[in-house]
């Protein structure tokens, strides 16, 4: 591509004209539903965070703050939180919203007959829940109540000073009972669709973008700045990167890595690179026997050459993993992992093979499924050569995101890839994708030990202490070789300079387009 084109381009980028403040923003697929009690797909949280408000909500930076509930108060010993709601709170039908309204709505969440997403197992946070979510007690007796009109109170099971942080999601939202009543699954339909937050849904067909528009009756509805957004599904990175270049799309989730190098040199203002709370790792399907053998593990874990993954093929500053839990997060010790050069942790990978009765004339065979994408492909494709130079004979699957997230909930695979994010800076965040029970745990993970552990650092009063629990229970995932951490993921968008209040130190998968806006041509 000439400078002269890409200057062009850019130019596009900065001036080109939108009607109305709309935001045109490209994702990686479509939402899967639009019910936050149901959708477990990434970009469905995306659309659900900017229609749907929860008692608190998260700032530009990714930090809980008053949403909803103008205040709240926590008791002496972190398990009551009292939450004081807006007056005035309405749907976007006109009305009122209600403490009840907020007790029904986590109420249904927790229902066995609802939870069909993995931010469902936070319900086991609030005092009942676990026994609600196994269904052993009705969801009349979870732990939050509304003591009138305006007053919300939760009541946890055990201190969680992230709370604050999950309470923000849309997840724990005033779903509008008078329209799911009425309409049942078709609620979310455009026609019937009411919401409580600063955007309303404009239209949803298949194929084409979530268009939202602003909602009048939010309560902060004079601060939002864009009219409305479009939230694109983007199944070619080659394609959203040309759509990008030629101003189709204001930002972009994600880009073909082979354009790293291009995009730093010809785009460097538009290139966002930066931290963020996700990790990509290989999940094991437990529920397998050929994966009950420690040492076979092991060797898969051992053969891989994470640092010809980072330098040659994801190149944007991701970083090697070895343990679940990204460094950085505050007062949290690295856990011990793998020492040596790779050529030696081959060679070690070889020998655990041999043992368990593997070699090149019996060779180890696995499937591995990933969702449709060439960076996945390329990575699977490196992969798969490792390991078959240790004794593994690997066949590759791919499908659509959809496909794939829907086969790791029913257990239909080997070894998937995952990214793994936490939504708040604590290790829990990461550690329920494998606690026993959680519908985030694909993989079927299950350890006793792993699970006291967790248990121990709930009920300690003692942050020390709490850390120390954690570690140990990462020590323990490391050691157990629970799961393949590849490598520690870096948020990489492209982001026009046309768009307002972007934050690079957001580390959270969430940009609310509440707090954006568009500059004008």
Known sequence: MSRLLVALLLCGLIATAQ????LRSGHPGEPDSLDPHVAVAAPA????NDLFESLLTLDARGRPVPGAAERYEVSADGLTYTFTLRRGLTYSDGRPITAADFVWSMRRLADPATAGTGLAAWIDLIEGGRAVLRGERPPESLGVSATDTRTVRIRLALPAPYFPSI??????????????????RAWTRAENFVGNGPFMLSSWIPGQPVRVKRNPRFHAAASVKLDGVEYHAIGDLNSGLRRFLTGDLDALTNFPPEKLDWLRAEAPRELRLAPSLGVTAYVFNHRLPKFRDIRIRHALTLAIDRDVLTRNIVRAGDRPAWSLVPPGLPGFPKARTVNGSHADRAALARQLMRAAGYGPERPFEVELLYHTSEEHKKVAVAIAAMWQQVGVKVSLRNAERQVVEVATRNGDFEIVRAALFSPYLDATGFFSFLRRGSPSNGGAYDNEQFEQLLDAAARSTDPTKRLQQLAAAEQLL?????LIPLYYLVSRRLVSQRVIGWRDDNLTALRPARWLDLRAK
Not at 172 to 183: D, M
């Open 19 to 22: 009607a109305g403040g709309v």
């Open 45 to 48: 949280l995306v659309v659900n």
């Open 167 to 184: 309470v923000a999601f849309p997840v724990f939202a005033p779903l509008p009972r008078h329209v799911i009543e009425k309409h049942g």
């Open 478 to 482: 490391v050691d157990d070789r629970a």
